[in-house]
């Protein structure tokens, strides 16, 4: 596995096949920058596959008690907690977290320079995350042109970005190719109990 630093963020790359497969996948809010790495060893991929995994550009306070935890973007927690504490759900389908923006621009960087390093174009590239790094790649695939393989978001809430936003990706089918599918929060069992329903052959067809 190579560590370089592409587009402004630091970037996990495993082996492969120049010009073949690329997975990319974005890990969440306050986990590090390697936390989805193991998953290398639980997808269905073809043969010669790269996976790439960036790590978010904010460092958080050890008060998170994880240590390398990341962010994409920081989480207004006093807001999240009067929200919570309200009488019943409130509308969200209208906001946007503060710096999702840049984070997405950051991510799009990152895609670019990785396609040149890797050689592997959009057709052949599936990008996807956990929590907060799913709401990222869904909004970076709503706000770009690139006709990405598949996109593939484990447990995440949505943002308004992820709805309605610009860009070819909405009405490009390429884009829901992999199957959305909730992985379970308990890692160890999720890779001996669903390891062969992830599958990325399809969308590399």
Request: glycine content about 14%; overall charge neutral; hydrophobic content about 40%.
């Amino acid at each position: 596995m190579r560590d370089v630093t592409l587009g402004g963020l630091r970037v996990r790359i495993t082996d492969g096949d120049d010009g073949g497969p690329l997975i990319v996948l974005l890990h969440g809010f306050g986990a590090p920058g390697d936390d989805l790495v193991p998953l290398v060893n639980v997808f269905d991929v073809p043969p010669g596959t790269r996976f790439a995994f960036p790590e978010a550009p904010l460092d958080l306070p050890p008060s998170f008690g994880i240590g390398g935890a990341r962010a994409w973007w920081m989480i207004d927690f006093e807001k999240l907690e009067q929200a919570m504490s309200g009488a019943g759900p409130r509308d969200i389908a209208g906001e946007q977290p503060d710096g999702l923006p840049g984070a997405r621009s950051l991510v799009i960087a990152m895609l670019e320079a990785l396609q040149e390093e890797v050689g592997a174009p959009p057709e052949r590239t599936v990008l996807g995350g956990f929590s907060q790094g799913a709401m990222l790649s869904c909004d970076v695939a709503l706000h770009t042109d690139r006709p990405f393989a598949g996109l593939v978001r484990m447990p995440e809430i949505g943002t308004s970005g992820s709805v309605g936003a610009p860009g070819a990706a909405r009405g490009n089918p390429t884009t829901a190719r992999v199957a959305y599918r909730r992985a379970s929060l308990n890692w160890p069992r999720y890779r001996r109990s669903r390891r062969s329903s992830w599958s990325f052959l399809p969308a590399f067809s």
